[in-house]
């Protein structure tokens, strides 16, 4: 079974709609992170959030939200006012020492490749 | 600063031979991991480096190997290509200690023919 999920292979949106990604996880650990990152075409991946299983606070950072809900294992990922340059691969991860997690060791989700068309 | 350099950017082999990647961390930063991103697997942990010790494995055959220098600079190794390790290779750094922000490099794409 896969321990991180992302449902959406493929989003399209239209320039300035709003769009959520989704991302459900697995763990038995009490204590886990979360993370988001963002992969554009370059193929570098890039690092939007990190959130520790003690803080279900939902956070804003600009256009992007993040909603973490710990009693669905949800952590969902909000761009408000979507832009062509938000088109990306977005992957969700985490880290559990259930799975022998540690600085470097992340288990990724399969991504949710998003394109904003304008 | 200088972001993670990864060399080289693009290789190609033939089943059988191997294939050595490098990466340089961004510095001041003391660990370095590796990832394999396929279409079919999607992105793999292979290994992490702390302070030239390998910390961490993933479920890679033994053909993977790597290492890291004192100079916090890691290579990685691949023996007896199979068809299958075409993959980007993805060198990620960061400063150690509780999961955090990792620095990803922009990979070497390998391909086996």
């Known amino acids: 079974a896969q321990k991180v999920t992302q449902a959406q292979t493929e989003i399209s949106v239209v320039e300035k709609e709003d769009v959520t990604l989704d991302c459900v996880y697995e763990?038995?650990?009490?204590?886990?992170?979360l993370f988001w990152y963002k992969q554009p075409p370059s193929g570098e991946l890039v690092f939007l959030i990190r959130?520790?299983?003690?803080?279900?606070q939902n956070e804003i950072s600009g256009r992007y939200s993040w909603n973490f809900q710990k009693s669905t294992s949800s952590f969902n990922f909000t761009i408000t006012a979507s832009q062509v340059v938000d088109s990306a691969v977005y992957f969700c991860a985490l880290s559990a020492k259930e799975y022998g997690g540690s600085q470097g060791n992340l288990i990724f989700g399969k991504g949710t490749k998003l394109s904003v068309k304008p | 600063k200088a972001g993670v350099t990864q060399t080289p950017r693009y290789l190609i082999k033939t089943r059988g031979q191997q294939v050595t990647l490098s990466c340089s961390p961004i510095s001041g930063h003391r660990s370095v991991s590796w990832y394999q991103q396929t279409p079919g697997q999607g992105l793999q942990f292979l290994f992490e480096y702390f302070s030239e010790t390998q910390r961490n494995k993933g479920n890679f055959p033994g053909r993977f190997s790597g290492r890291q220098f004192s100079n916090s600079r890691s290579e990685m190794n691949v023996s007896t290509l199979e068809l299958g390790d075409s993959a980007l290779y993805l060198c990620?750094?960061?400063?150690?200690?509780?999961?955090?922000?990792?620095?990803f490099g922009e990979g070497s794409r390998l391909t086996v023919l």
């Open positions: 763990t038995r650990d009490t204590t886990y992170y």
């Open positions: 990620a750094s960061s400063y150690g200690g509780v999961p955090g922000e990792l620095f």
């Open positions: 959130r520790n299983s003690f803080d279900e």
